[in-house]
């Protein structure tokens, strides 16, 4: 009697202050940077940076959920007679959250600090095509590109986590804790060692009306049960991107709602190097590709929110993919292979994997035991998280890896291109990178697409990768809010529509 | 005061005793012959649909891949069982010897080992295995000997501060006295005098320490510093489940409901040792 | 000798623990095996980039000149650089300081009635019902891992029955109420977690006093049986008690690691864990001993009440 009493006493008094007048509303991460987060789009390397950056910056082009690009800082652009020259056109009346109007300039600098080598930028890479020179300021709201060589499809190439636009004569210094862009946002309180991170609505962003919620609460909660707990009490408003285990566990509640991708994005792949032993040999490559069931890997590792992959970088779902079929599995065939390769015993090889990525350990799990049946004896490493990428990660023969979602040219090159930085299969293919670089400056999109098509020919067939799956990006909303949609690419974010009817908006 | 009295007669030992030692004889058995009894083998996928709950089947349900949690809890009792057990071993011998010898010598090796004790145990030790997996390098972390030398090395300091306290004790005794008299050597003391008349208290120290071994362990793998799926260790595979906690309960009560009563087994049997020694151990 | 003599002699020794462990942590930090700037910038990061942070950190000075360097940064508040942030570790390790020692205040006040008076209860009527059920709800907590408790709290009282918020989410402007009302969650799961030792170290001491002779002998005065309870019996078992909360102390340092990480709290375990992973030497020197430092200071004061309480501990000394 005395316990009950106390007990709703306690709930009165504690529950009056929940859900009370206007707040903010309250974003939830998934993966954590800690300190060492960055608010500069240059060094954007981790999701931690990508959920702040997308709040207060903006690109010249934008992607929309089919990798294609849209115009967002640009409102148009259009291309020179020969294919050689881009020229981009502003819009009118954008302002930084300093105040200051955008310019050209600003757009000019962006580029030229990203593709500067004293600056440091993984985006460089991606970039490689962009002549410093050749950027320039035409008028206050005219920037032109012009490259050495015909680059078909540059709007989109321009467009990657790094091509954030900062104000001119911005550096990595002040960039690193104070984001002053065009976005959406703008930066209130920033405080990493109190883990609160508060953005306002900026009340002059150039799309009028946006964005609708008046202010976000970004935080990152590493742990899953937790974010469960979090989005099921109310708590929390939005977590932009959930695992398999909590699509499965808030499949059906009326307290949130579960928004997926428009698209698959993103894969988790195998890794061979195809400069060692024994996956130096093309057939030994392919029965270790054969022997997979990509169906069971999407009904297990994923729980079903993905679709199967055919060992190329293009989801099956994307017009441009090799087919929209899921390749067979085939153990008889692998069988055959593995003999003609000289192991009619079977092999056995090293799988390094971690709890580095997201389902990294069931997938090698899964992996170990389709294989088994075709001969091919699995040893499943499972190596520390913490050191993977810097240790095990393209410098075993065999190991566990993935990739946020991309454009078609920019997948294609980013792994796989005998000279790329992450060429995870040490995989060098000249027919393939010559398909690759032409299809950039090959302006007609049917043919286009059809150079595409052999290029993943060849590497489906010959690559060091097996990619079983592709998995679709899900937020989670809290019954009451709406407005957010993940897009296929983790690093992509909008805001701008965000919206819960009980928040401040 | 007698040593241990393992000639007592059965039913003359508390109940506590006896219903310890009958749980703990459960477990050794389950432990011992998991692999035959359970229904499939530990690492098999789609022995039923993905994330189901209880069914006669699966008691435990089946995890994301597919797999029979009964059968991975069986396969795991005697990971938990060795490695909690030769961890505290270790750290037991080496921290009673410790402490024994210190104490017996007393004097300046006395104060030094000590002050070098404390200042150990200064360091949290949730912190201190963290430093010593960190510190063990990427070659062996993971590896269930590393955490057998982190239960020993999380373990030894306390032993040997609990030793060295009851060897100070007796080594004023009477006995210890005549010992001396008679012209036998320190070392001598420490194994004859000292030894059996601290191994009442040490007895029951080990089975406290046993106890949150594996609790321990499971800590350590829920923050990535531990065992390693698919290791089916009880505390791993509460970790490695407590997402699919909401939708699939058993998979985390299951392996829990194990190690509790394994906890408790030993809880128990430690209850009745220390009734019969009239002694009493702290958990931590 | 004299109580002041007493004291100092406490607090010399821990001043010299302190010392060696300060020597401990800093040679075992400086052994940790890792490259720190591949941790920290991520897998896409650029070589530039990590030759960058590389020249920063400065690893090419010999062990012992290191060591004077830091201990000497130490005794004047400065405890380095950290590599992650880049900014001084005392900005990093401060506030989330402040935030683990406000949770960990909490709970030790929760912790003090969730100690004493589940084992008062017990120990009037040992063997009891009510004995048997808490005891055995005792063992229960103790024999599951923490996250489990933490997360099985987490979801009866921030899910099922909506009291607390979930996850911990601190801000500048957050009145003492809001403040408090985040903070309780995590602090009673410490105050559960550490109370379960408490409990039943103070059950056995309070029996064992309720047998002795004085007790008997009050008894037979006629006193109440609470007055006896209150007055006679706890304030003797008290001291083991005190040792027993000092030992907790240095639990809770290490268990609101776990905690922590459940409620999302911005707290300095889990800022340590993050550090050990990333390899950010600083952080993990200056971290462990101020862990260490505060585990120390818990002791003594220990050792000190214990001196107060109980006078003729100071002839005895």
Not at chain 3, 250 to 276: R, W
Request: proline content about 6%.
């Amino acid at each position: 009697m005395k316990r009950t009493l106390l007990g709703s006493v306690l709930a009165l008094t504690l529950t009056a202050t929940h859900g009370s007048a206007a707040e903010c509303l309250r974003v939830i991460g998934t993966e954590g940077g800690g300190p060492a987060v960055t608010l500069d789009p240059a060094f954007n390397n981790l999701n931690d940076d990508s959920y702040q950056q997308n709040l207060v910056f903006n690109k010249l082009v934008n992607l929309d959920a089919d990798y294609q690009p849209i115009p967002e800082l640009a409102k148009a652009w259009s291309v020179s007679e020969d294919g050689k020259t881009w020229t981009f056109e502003l819009e009118q009346g954008v302002t930084f959250h300093d105040g200051k109007p955008l310019t050209a300039a600003d757009v000019v600098w962006s580029f030229k600090r990203l593709i500067d080598p004293a600056t440091g930028s993984p985006g460089a890479g991606l970039l490689g095509f962009l002549d410093p020179a050749g950027i320039v300021a035409v008028d206050d709201h005219t920037v032109t590109f012009t490259t050495k060589d015909v680059v078909a499809e540059l709007p989109l190439l321009i467009s990657n986590k790094y091509t954030m636009i900062v104000q001119d004569g911005a550096t990595s210094e002040v960039l690193k804790a104070t984001g002053i862009g065009t976005g959406p946002f703008i930066q209130d309180v920033y405080d990493l060692a109190q883990d609160t991170r508060v953005f306002q609505r900026n009340p002059n962003y150039w799309r009028a009306g946006l964005p609708i919620a008046a202010c976000i609460d970004l935080k990152v909660i590493t742990e899953e049960v937790s974010r469960i707990a979090a989005i099921q009490s109310g708590s929390v408003d939005l977590i932009v991107s959930a695992g398999p285990a909590t699509v499965t566990t808030l499949g059906g509640d009326a307290r949130v709602k579960v928004v997926p991708a428009a698209a698959a994005g993103g894969y988790i792949n195998l890794s061979m190097q195809t400069d060692q032993q024994p996956f130096d040999d093309v057939r030994v490559r392919q029965a270790m590709k054969a022997v997979v069931d990509r169906q069971l890997v999407v009904d297990t590792v994923l729980l079903g929110n993905g679709v199967p992959g055919n060992d190329t970088p293009i989801a099956p779902t994307n017009p441009m993919a090799l087919t929209a079929e899921t390749m067979p599995r085939d153990v008889a065939k692998a069988r055959a292979l593995l003999a003609e390769a000289g192991y009619p015993d079977g092999i056995t090889v090293d799988l390094n994997t971690a709890e580095a990525g997201p389902s990294y350990v069931l997938l090698a799990q899964v992996y170990q035991q389709m294989a088994a049946e075709a001969g091919i004896t699995v040893n499943v490493v499972n190596n520390p998280a913490d050191s993977y990428f810097d240790v095990i990660w393209m410098k075993t023969p065999f190991f566990v890896s993935s990739w946020n979602g991309r454009s078609v040219p920019e997948a294609l090159a980013y792994t796989f291109l005998s000279d790329a930085e992450y060429n995870e299969g040490n995989w060098k293919n000249a027919d393939y990178d010559e398909l690759v670089i032409d299809a950039r400056t090959e302006v007609d999109p049917a043919k286009r697409a059809e150079m595409v098509k052999q290029a993943q020919a060849i590497l489906a067939a010959d690559g060091g990768l097996i990619i079983p799956v592709f998995f679709t990006d899900v937020a989670v909303l809290r019954a009451g809010c709406d407005g957010f949609v993940p897009h296929p690419s983790a690093s992509i974010l909008n805001y701008e529509t965000l919206t819960c009817a009980d928040r401040a908006n | 005061m007698t040593a241990i009295p393992v000639t007592g007669r059965w039913q003359r030992t508390p109940v506590a005793f006896r219903l310890g030692a009958a749980m703990l004889a459960v477990h050794v058995v389950l432990a011992v012959f998991g692999p035959w009894i359970a229904p499939y083998p530990q690492a098999m996928m789609m022995t039923g649909p993905p994330v189901q709950g209880f069914s006669l089947a699966h008691p435990f349900g089946t995890d994301q891949l597919g797999r029979d949690i009964w059968s991975r809890v069986l396969a795991g009792g005697w990971i938990v069982i060795t490695l909690s057990i030769s961890g505290t071993v270790i750290g037991m011998a080496l921290g009673a010897a410790i402490g024994l010898i210190s104490g017996t010598i007393g004097g300046r090796i006395d104060e030094v080992l000590m002050r070098l004790t404390e200042a150990v145990l200064a360091i949290p030790f949730l912190i201190f295995a963290l430093l010593i997996v960190s510190l063990a390098g990427p070659g062996l972390q993971g590896s269930p000997v590393l955490l057998i030398g982190v239960v020993a090395a999380v373990y030894l300091p306390r032993i040997a501060r609990m030793a060295r306290a009851a060897a100070t004790d007796i080594v004023t005794r009477d006995y210890v006295l005549a010992a001396r008299l008679r012209g036998e050597g320190t070392w001598s003391i420490a194994r004859r005098e000292v030894l059996p008349n601290a191994s009442g208290v040490l007895l029951v120290e080990f089975a406290v320490r046993a106890g949150y071994a594996p609790v321990l362990i499971g800590t350590m793998g829920f923050l990535g510093f531990g065992l390693r799926p698919p290791t089916p260790e009880w505390g791993l595979m509460m970790a490695e489940y407590r997402n699919l906690m909401t939708a699939q309960p058993m998979a985390v009560f299951g392996p829990g409901l194990m190690l509790a009563s394994l906890v408790i087994g030993l809880g128990f049997f430690t209850e009745g040792l220390s009734a019969m020694l009239g002694k009493r151990g702290s958990l931590r | 000798m004299s109580f002041l003599h007493l004291i100092l002699t406490r607090i010399a020794a821990s001043t010299l623990t302190l010392v060696l462990v300060s020597m401990i942590i800093f040679g075992a930090v400086q052994g940790l095996p890792g490259d720190a700037a591949a941790r920290i910038l991520g897998r896409e990061a650029s070589e530039t980039a990590k030759d960058r942070l590389r020249q920063e950190m400065n690893l090419d000075a010999p062990l012992v000149r290191r060591y004077l360097d830091w201990a000497g940064g130490v005794l004047q508040g400065d405890l380095g650089k950290s590599f992650s942030g880049q900014k001084p570790v005392t900005e990093q390790l401060l506030p989330r300081l402040k935030n683990t020692l406000a949770l960990a205040g909490i709970a030790l006040l929760l912790y003090v009635p969730l100690s004493i008076l589940p084992a008062m209860m017990q120990a009037r009527h040992p063997d009891r019902r009510l004995d048997r059920t808490l005891s055995a709800l005792t063992v229960l907590i103790l024999s599951t891992p923490e996250f489990l408790f933490a997360t099985l709290l987490l979801f009866g009282l921030a899910v099922w029955l909506p009291l607390f918020p979930p996850i911990v989410q601190l801000s500048s402007g957050m009145g003492w109420g809001a403040w408090l009302h985040a903070l309780f969650l995590p602090s009673l799961t410490l105050a559960i977690l550490m109370a379960t030792y408490g409990t039943r170290l103070l059950r056995e001491s309070l029996i064992e006093i309720l047998q002795s002779d004085h007790v008997l002998l009050a008894e037979l005065k006629g006193l109440s049986e609470s007055r006896i309870l209150w007055r006679h019996v706890l304030p003797n078992a008290l001291i083991p008690w005190m040792n027993a909360t000092a030992l907790n102390v240095a639990f809770m340092i290490g268990g609101v690691v776990v905690v922590e990480k459940v409620f999302g709290f911005p707290g300095f375990g889990s800022m340590l864990v993050d550090a050990l992973q990333m390899r950010d030497l600083p952080v993990i020197s200056a971290g462990v001993l101020v862990a260490a430092t505060l585990f120390v200071l818990a002791n003594l004061a220990a050792d000190l009440g214990a001196l107060l309480v109980n006078p003729r501990l100071r002839v005895k000394s």
